[in-house]
């Protein structure tokens, strides 16, 4: 399995980003994908995630109403549809897979910057 995370760049504040997270490989063993981030000197921070099959999706407080995840039909591609951005949201995102088998997160992409200007 290997996910790769693009989309990233920078943005002025208030403005929107759509980072994606491509899944290649079998993902009978995936109970959800997430998106994290971690911002420079910072701990890394769940971001929000979805149910793998189900598609229930839910989200940190720090981004629920501007944040948004999404799958399109018969694509193993996750989108993170970001939008109001604040220079707070400055970070490298990654994208990461939890095995239903382990219950923990298995897979990492590489991660993207987001980079948010006041």
């Known amino acids: 399995v290997q996910l790769q995370a693009s989309g990233g760049g920078l943005v002025r504040a208030g403005g929107s980003l759509r980072l994606s997270c491509a899944v290649s490989?079998?993902?009978?063993?995936?109970?959800?994908i997430d998106w994290f981030r971690q911002a420079p000197g910072k701990e890394r921070e769940f971001v929000g995630g979805m149910t793998w099959i189900g598609r229930s999706t839910y989200y940190a407080d720090s981004v629920q109403g501007r944040f948004t995840i999404s799958r399109e039909n018969a694509e193993n591609t996750v989108y993170l549809q970001m939008n109001s951005l604040k220079p707070d949201d400055t970070a490298v995102y990654y994208c990461?897979?939890?095995?239903?088998?382990?219950?923990?997160?298995?897979?990492w992409g590489q991660g993207t910057q987001v980079t948010v200007s006041s």
């Open positions: 990461a897979v939890k095995s239903r088998f382990t219950g923990t997160f298995d897979y």
């Open positions: 490989g079998r993902t009978f063993s995936f109970n959800t």
